[in-house]
């Protein structure tokens, strides 16, 4: 039997196209690490989102 899901927030289910040998990579490093790829896929978007500069910054830096 499965353990209950407790989500903080409601899930929106979504479907993105990657190359097929990222999603072998991705597997991979799941299963090594005892984690489901959904688990590292969020894990890496959060990181992404707060390392990005400020919208401000990146606009400042483009040629009008």
């Known amino acids: 039997m499965a353990r209950p899901k407790l989500y903080?927030?409601?899930r929106i289910p979504t479907a993105v196209r990657i190359?097929?040998?990222l999603h072998r990579e991705l597997q991979s490093a799941a299963e090594e690490r005892d984690v489901s790829v959904n688990f590292l896929i969020l894990r890496a978007i959060k990181r992404h989102l707060e390392q990005l500069s400020p919208v401000d910054e990146v606009r400042e830096d483009?040629?009008?």
């Open 62 to 64: 483009r040629p009008a």
């Open 8 to 10: 903080e927030e409601k």
């Open 19 to 21: 190359p097929e040998s």
